[in-house]
């Protein structure tokens, strides 16, 4: 695979609903019994064709790597949506890693039976893929690809390269809530009340002690809330009821608020690696 294709792996918010809509069709299949057919997507974005693995192919890979199994599976029931967490671990290298999803209880206007299912099959999906390396993705992706054009052979999984995934997990949520934070604003949420809701819901004070659990279970919600209209109010009444709740008619500590600030920054690693020339920024919370 060429390499501009590497960015194959990051989600986009186009990518993001194309692969949400064919795992979808792929757990009805899954839980009716018929036979699942897209391993793979492809489609176009900006210029470039964007490629990945569905569901599916996200645990055809995980058969072909092996060692890989989940262990944990936690869900909570809201008004509106299913969030589901799983814990998926690397036997072979001891790796474990988090992955969580959020589902709406409604298929557009109608109740969606299988909205529980795919909560935990996607949240099992974002686990694993997680721990897959990356040459195994790509055997997988292109023996799919390869096979619609009539071709193609496999070769044996390589290893996985252990690697701190927290920092992953945080970012992810840093960048989701920048996304939200426009949105945000207009619904009477301010950056003080999310990360206040941040802390009450993970039990902390200060970014350094969220999991990475955590940070992966916040991510789900803030995703879930970017793409659905009814999950995003249901985040901001979540928010506001734990703001009206802990406000005791006290102004926040400024350190408070500049944390709150920092949440929507989104360059970690790029301040981190600029030189001591460029102004310094908040560091987040």
């Not at 109010?233 to 406000?247: G, W, Y």
Request: glycine content about 4%; hydrophobic content about 35%.
């Amino acid at each position: 695979m060429s390499e501009e294709k590497k960015e194959e792996l990051v989600p986009v918010s186009a990518e993001f609903e194309v692969v949400d809509q064919v795992d979808d069709q792929a757990i009805v299949e899954l839980m009716t019994g018929q036979t699942i057919q897209d391993y793979v997507y492809s489609f176009k974005q900006g210029g470039r064709v964007v490629e990945g693995l569905t569901l599916a192919g996200i645990n055809e890979a995980a058969n072909r790597r092996g060692g890989i199994q989940v262990e944990e599976v936690e869900y909570e029931e809201l008004e509106n949506s299913w969030i589901a967490t799983v814990k998926a671990v690397d036997t072979l290298t001891g790796s474990s890693r988090w992955g969580a999803y959020e589902q709406a209880k409604m298929n557009g206007s109608r109740p969606d039976p299988y909205a529980f299912t795919k909560a935990i099959h996607k949240a099992q999906r974002n686990a694993i893929k997680q721990l897959l390396p990356v040459p195994v993705i790509r055997e997988v992706l292109n023996f799919y690809l390869n096979r619609k054009a009539g071709g193609g052979n496999t070769k044996h999984p390589q290893k996985l390269q252990s690697g701190d995934n927290i920092s992953n997990a945080q970012k992810a949520t840093f960048a989701i809530a920048n996304q939200l934070s426009e949105r945000l604003e207009k619904a009477d949420v301010s950056k003080a009340d999310l990360w206040n809701y941040m802390k009450c819901k993970c039990s902390v004070e200060s970014k350094n002690d969220i999991s990475e659990q955590q940070w992966t279970q916040l991510s789900a919600e803030f995703k879930a809330a970017e793409t659905d209209q009814t999950l995003f109010e249901d985040l901001c009444k979540r928010v506001k009821q734990l703001t009206t709740a802990k406000d005791e008619s006290e102004v926040p500590p400024a350190e408070e608020v500049q944390e709150a600030e920092s949440l929507y920054e989104t360059d970690t690693d790029q301040k981190e690696s600029k030189s001591e020339e460029t102004k310094p920024k908040p560091t987040p919370f």
